[in-house]
Every structure is written in structure tokens, then in C-alpha cells.
């Protein structure tokens, strides 16, 4: 059963080809917390509408197909292990750079597409294997910084670790903020903190990781993402996959609705990434639908949002198999993903 194309471009938004960073870069603003003192943000009702949007947008097959797709596209495939090897980061390159199995690929009829994942995202020693292994595809490396995952390091060495990442030829970098200048209410500090990491970046897009696990309210949720966009994040991401509580859809919508705020007040577009425990093809699609109905399908494109994943392209691949060969495949058959 191949992708109806034609249904496929109704159902999926436009494609700019190959990934990339947002090419258009937020160039931040002076701190202003009038944009964000005084929201209030009601958790019941961000839990009762992160609900809707998961139980009422069923998609037809041949669209939920095409979904999957553009979620590959969006897709930074992540290693982020104590163990991790060259070996293995160049593995997931591979995979990063051909996702489906070619029969996969065949069956959906979308050789054309030259599909690959957003990104590669690993630790800042692994970036230079990972450029390596990825050269010529067009496919960025990002890499953690600054202390990853607690940020718990002197501010000169989380710059110098990302000047490092930057110098191995990371092009994204995926910084974690200060969780206890959110939870002390110094949004001087994480503004500054933020700023000073976007100027270390130099070209590299910034990804502030606001470890929302952490951060105790959707309130100060809220006001981190307000932050962090102020000083110049390029993309604003829930968390690093490390907290006790990872990404959820109720804490995606209140960071949404600052990315649709903060677009309104300064005609500037920022990305957003959840990320952390996101396994299923499920979730690829329940993540899109909450962009699709929040942002709109401008919003839908590798260069303004990515899924921080480890494990979640196995199960996509499992479920475009059976909608190739009506099949299911043991899930080691992707294990790799
Ligand atoms: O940035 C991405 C996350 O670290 C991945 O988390 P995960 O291993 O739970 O998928």
C-alpha cells in the first residue's frame, strides 16, 4: 500500500526538503517580565484541553502514515548514555541517514523524499564522530552542553563546553538553564545565563532545555520559556530525558502557548522540542496534533520543531511496516531505532 501523495500533502505540511536549523534565528529581546508577571496559568484546564487533543483527532490511515513520515523528518535521534562509543553514535548516524528499511521506503512510495531524521544529538566528545559519519547528508549534529543534564557547573565551563561542541562542529546546541534560578524567581539570572550561552553559540541555533520536570509549576513554566526566547533561544525544549518526569502534553501546551505569546509580541517564530520518554509512534502524532492545532502547519517543519527521542523511531518503523505488508515485525527487527 503505497501513500496516496496527493492526500499526503493535504494531510502533511509542506515540506522544505532537508532538515536544518531555523534559519530564521530569534534574536532575542531585553528582559521585560511585564510579558510574563501576572500569567496565570490554570492546570486543570491545560490537562482537560491536552486531553481533547489526543482523544478527538484521529487521522485516516493513509494519512496517519504520511504523519509518521513527517515526524521522521522532525525526529533528533538521540544518544545520550554513559556508555555511549564512536561505534555506536556512528550506527545511529546510519540510521539517521536511511531511518526506514528500504522495503519500508518502496511500500510508501516516497524514494523521492530522500527522508532522514532532523538531527543527530548526542554528548559534545561524541560530536566529532558523529560530523564524520554524517557528512555530505545535510543532517546537523546537535550536542548537549553546559553541564548537561543538572547545569550544575560553573557558567565559564558550561561556555567553554560549548564553544567545544560548537569547534567539533555541532551546529544545534541543547543547553540545560539553572533550575534554581526558576525556582528562586531570578529571571534576571536565567536571562543572563541564557544570553550569555546564545553569544557563546556564535552561529550554532540555541536549544534551552528548561528540565520542566523541576520547575515545580506550569506557572514557572511559563515564565522560563518567556525567558529563555527573551535571551535568545532558538528553540525552547521541555527536558532532558534525565528528570523524574519527562514530556508531557499538558506542559508542551502551556510552552506552546509562550511560543504563539512571544511570537505575537515580537514578530519573532521559535521552535519547540519535547523530549524525554516519548516512545511510540502515538506519541509522534499526538505531538504533532498538539502543534498542528496550536501553531498551525507552519509549525510542523524540522526547521521549528523537533522530537527528542532515543527510542521512539523503532516503534514508527514498526508501524509503517505493517502499513506496508499489513505485518507486524518483531520489534528487534528495529531494535537499533
Ligand atoms: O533530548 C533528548 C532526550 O534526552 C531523549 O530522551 P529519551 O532517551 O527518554 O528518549
Not at 29 to 43: C, I, S, T, W
Not at 52 to 70: G, I
Amino acid at each position: 500500500m503505497t501513500v496516496n501523495p496527493a492526500r499526503a500533502a493535504q494531510a502533511m505540511p509542506q515540506s522544505s526538503g532537508q532538515p536544518g536549523a531555523n534559519s530564521h534565528r530569534n534574536p532575542g529581546q531585553p528582559l521585560d517580565p511585564a510579558l510574563f508577571e501576572g500569567h496565570a496559568v490554570n492546570r486543570s484546564a491545560a490537562e482537560r484541553r491536552a486531553a481533547t487533543l489526543v482523544t478527538r483527532r484521529s487521522v485516516k490511515t493513509e494519512w496517519q502514515a504520511a504523519w509518521l513520515v513527517n515526524a521522521i523528518r522532525c525526529i533528533d535521534l538521540t544518544t545520550l548514555s554513559g556508555d555511549d562509543t564512536a561505534e555506536r553514535v556512528r550506527r545511529l548516524c546510519a540510521k539517521a541517514r536511511q531511518p526506514l528499511a528500504p522495503h519500508i521506503i518502496e511500500g510508501l512510495g516516497i524514494a523521492d523524499l530522500g527522508l532522514t531524521t532532523g538531527a543527530v544529538c548526542v554528548y559534545p566528545t561524541m560530536v566529532g564522530a558523529a560530523v564524520a559519519a554524517l557528512q555530505g547528508s545535510g543532517i546537523p549534529v546537535a550536542s548537549v552542553a553546559t553541564g548537561f543534564p543538572a547545569g550544575l557547573m560553573p557558567l565559564p565551563l558550561r561556555l567553554e563546553e560549548i564553544r567545544y561542541a560548537v569547534a567539533e562542529g555541532a551546529e544545534e546546541i541543547d543547553i540545560v538553564i539553572t533550575r534554581e534560578h526558576v525556582l528562586t524567581g531570578n529571571w534576571q539570572a536565567l536571562y543572563d545565563e541564557v544570553a550569555a550561552m546564545r553569544e557563546a553559540c556564535g552561529a550554532a541555533h540555541l536549544k534551552a532545555i528548561l528540565g520542566t520536570g523541576d520547575l515545580q509549576t506550569l506557572r514557572n513554566v511559563y515564565s522560563a520559556s518567556m525567558v529563555a526566547m527573551m535571551a535568545g533561544a532558538d528553540f525552547i525544549k521541555t527536558s532532558t530525558g534525565k528528570e523524574a518526569v519527562n514530556a508531557t502534553l499538558p506542559v508542551s501546551l502551556v510552552m506552546v502557548r509562550a511560543l504563539r505569546d512571544y511570537r505575537n509580541a515580537t514578530g519573532h517564530r521559535v521552535g519547540f522540542k519535547p523530549a524525554g520518554g516519548m516512545k511510540s509512534a502515538k506519541d509522534a502524532l499526538n505531538w504533532q496534533f498538539l502543534m498542528r492545532e496550536e501553531m498551525g502547519r507552519d509549525w510542523l517543519q524540522p526547521d521549528l520543531f523537533r522530537l527528542g527521542a532515543s527510542s521512539m523511531l523503532g516503534d514508527i518503523e514498526r508501524q509503517l511496516d505493517h502499513h506496508v505488508t499489513g505485518r507486524y515485525a518483531a520489534s528487534s527487527r528495529h531494535a537499533l531505532a
